[in-house]
């Protein structure tokens, strides 16, 4: 069967399996639960679920909340279509590999602002969900809206808006790790229609590692927001700031021997936005962002005797700058135009020492810039019958190239509570800063293209039970082209020769599936499912063997599964979580090297809340916290040769309004 014939089959397969669902919902009241009942990132303005026709998971602060959820990593591993590989314990990198692209193929926004490095890259490790309102995950192609980076989908984070405040502590005896968390939100009626809102928050995390010696890693957070909304319109401001360090004692190959070695980071991101409605019909939109990330690494000499390794030091900084504005025409018949341009500039610097055995050491230097020019255009109609948005961007990069992006698709509630969508789109990452432009030891090339995929889905969702049963499935085909590889080059024979270059394609389709149920008041229950096939279609010159034809893609499970549920009642909060991640391809970079298969696991967790006190309006609630994580002590890789954690059992309080 061909692949066009296999993506056709399972279209059909969706309608019947959620069709008849749909004729027993016919029978229901109005629908009162949905998977995301509105969402923002889709059309960056809150849009209804049932008219939208993106593939769209919220994951809410409460449910984190209830789930003991304090890392952005293990908030994601519930979501379908998203791999969360990190290669050791907290602290250690971790990478968000979204239906089978790249880990930098995947934007992430903290309130609108774009967190990645310029070329994507990103460590989800120093991302907490501290004083979060939701995550919403959107899949598929979304250059048309967000531009560069945006390949296989989006993350934003939005922080807390809800008044109230909260602060909690926890601790694991284990490796004396703890965390400590605080948040609060206030609104206030200024006068007139005006309402005053703020929000601050942060948090501090900490540990001494699982691994013998040399493995601490520290993260601390903070956020803030004030916005002012009135009759004609709404404006804030928002900030946030990371700062984190991860000692590290284990070479490339994940064997611990380096007493000294680590990596950190520190992150201000600024935004600034705003939306006034000029008449009954016209509307504009403005956001202004900085994100400003600093990184360190440093894996010096371990002391006097240590005169056979290779040492270095080097610390860089990754400036993002953007500002974007669009005007947004209301018409008749729920139609919805919207047109904009959007400037970013972008700079990458670093400063380097580096020295291998006895040989004098080198000294080394990067500092280039670049800016980006766009424009973009969508026209959306939203009804429950027939909704349907069109979008298109046209980019100008700095190496002079066009990128031209674009998505289509269409939503129909054709049976009532089930709602069918289907979409088409493009979207494109620009090179990292240092495959376009000369390094220390590389040279770079200018006119490089940008990666490219090309993406089709289909899906439907149906509300069962009076909405206590919401039931989504989706099927998707995406092709990535002129990837960007490596290649050895005798600069000695020819300096000018450029050592990178746009070859590797990929193939990525496959299902995702997820339910949310309510059996009965105090319980509510969430499952995921997703399979995934990536091939390699054209390998370059193999990438050393990490990339070969016909081969799947490394670290990409086929299979993988979740299912959470929360049990509240007046006496207390109850959850367990089950995380099952299939086999799947890695590569050994020792000696001989080559691809090794790791097994597959399933990880359980637990959580709980016991109130002491329970908060009115004149006290304040306490209540009693406990969570586990990997509560079976599985061994298991996400990387291979690096071990990952054991059983971790946290106790703690929360103190909230």
């Not at 005053?196 to 013998?212: D, K, Q, V």
């Not at 991860?246 to 950190?264: K, L, R």
């Not at 509240?568 to 000696?591: K, P």
Request: charged share 20%; hydrophobic share 40%; proline share 4%.
């Amino acid at each position: 069967m061909s692949h066009k014939s296999a993506l056709l089959s399972r279209c059909l397969t969706i309608v019947v399996l959620v069709s008849p669902v749909s004729t027993i919902r016919g029978q229901a009241k109005a629908d009162t639960v949905a998977l995301s009942p509105v969402i923002v990132t889709a059309e960056r303005v809150p849009t209804p679920a049932k008219v939208s026709t993106a593939s769209t998971t919220v994951v809410t602060g409460a449910e984190l909340r209830a789930r003991g959820v304090v890392t952005v990593v293990d908030a994601l591993r519930t979501v379908p279509g998203v791999t969360v590989s990190q290669t050791a314990g907290p602290g250690s990198q971790a990478s968000l590999f979204l239906r089978g692209g790249n880990s930098n193929f995947a934007k992430v926004l903290i309130d609108g602002v774009p967190v990645n490095s310029p070329g994507g890259a990103l460590d989800l490790a120093t991302l907490t969900t501290d004083n979060i309102d939701r995550i919403e995950v959107l899949r598929g192609p979304a250059s048309a809206q967000y531009g560069s980076d945006a390949m296989t989908g989006v993350v934003q984070i939005f922080t807390r808006r809800q008044p109230g405040t909260n602060v909690a502590a926890s601790v694991a005896d284990r490796d004396r790790q703890y965390d400590l968390t605080a948040g609060s939100a206030a609104s206030r009626q200024v006068g007139g229609a005006a309402r005053l809102r703020a929000s601050l928050g942060g948090g501090i995390h900490r540990g001494n590692g699982f691994l013998p010696f040399n493995n601490q890693f520290r993260n601390a957070t903070a956020n803030a927001l004030v916005g002012i909304a009135g009759a004609r319109g709404e404006a804030s401001l928002t900030s946030s700031y990371g700062d984190a360090r991860y000692n590290y004692p284990t070479t490339g190959s994940g064997i611990p021997t380096d007493s000294n070695a680590y990596t950190g980071s520190n992150r201000v991101t600024l935004g600034a936005s705003g939306s006034w409605r000029v008449s009954r019909i016209i509307a504009a939109r403005a956001l202004l962002s900085r994100a400003d990330t600093r990184a360190l690494s440093d894996d010096r000499a371990d002391g006097p005797s240590d005169t056979l390794g290779f040492y270095s030091r080097s610390h860089g900084r990754a400036l993002r700058r953007n500002a974007d504005v669009e005007l947004i025409a209301t018409l008749p018949a729920t139609i919805t135009a919207g047109f904009g341009g959007a400037v970013e500039g972008q700079r990458v610097e670093s400063r380097g020492w580096s020295q291998f055995q006895t040989f004098a050491p080198a000294v080394t230097a990067f500092d280039e810039t670049r800016t980006n020019r766009a424009l973009y255009a969508q026209l959306s109609a939203g009804r429950s019958l027939l909704a349907a948005d069109a979008s298109g961007r046209r980019e100008r990069l700095d190496n002079g190239r066009f990128v031209n992006t674009g998505r289509l698709g269409v939503a129909s509630e054709l049976f009532r509570g089930t709602v069918l969508r289907a979409s088409i789109g493009t979207a494109f990452k620009e090179p990292a800063f240092d495959e376009m432009f000369d390094g220390p030891f590389s040279i770079g090339a200018h006119d490089l293209r940008p990666e490219r995929t090309r993406s089709r889905e289909v899906g439907a969702e149906s509300r069962v039970a009076n909405g206590r049963l919401t039931f989504g499935v989706t099927a998707f085909d995406q092709h990535f082209a002129d990837l960007v590889q490596y290649r050895v080059v005798d600069h000695s024979a020819d300096p000018t020769t450029p050592d990178y270059y746009n070859v590797v394609a990929a193939r990525a389709s496959g299902w995702e599936l997820e339910a949310r149920a309510l059996p009965v008041a105090p319980l509510a229950l969430h499952g995921s499912y997703s399979f995934l096939h990536t091939e390699v279609t054209n390998e370059g010159n193999g990438g050393f063997g990490a990339v070969a034809n016909g081969k799947p893609l490394l670290r990409r499970p086929r299979r993988s599964a979740a299912m959470d549920a929360i049990l509240t009642t007046r006496r207390a909060t109850v959850s367990a979580t089950v995380d099952r991640v299939g086999a799947r391809d890695d590569y050994d970079y020792g000696f001989p090297g080559g691809r090794v298969r790791l097994a597959p696991y399933t990880l359980l967790g637990a959580a709980a809340e016991i109130p002491v006190v329970v908060a009115n309006a004149r006290r304040w609630g306490v209540a009693l916290t406990a969570r586990g994580e990997n509560l079976t002590d599985r061994a298991y890789e996400n990387v291979y040769g690096f071990r990952t954690p054991g059983r971790m059992v946290f106790v703690g309080v929360r103190i909230h309004e």
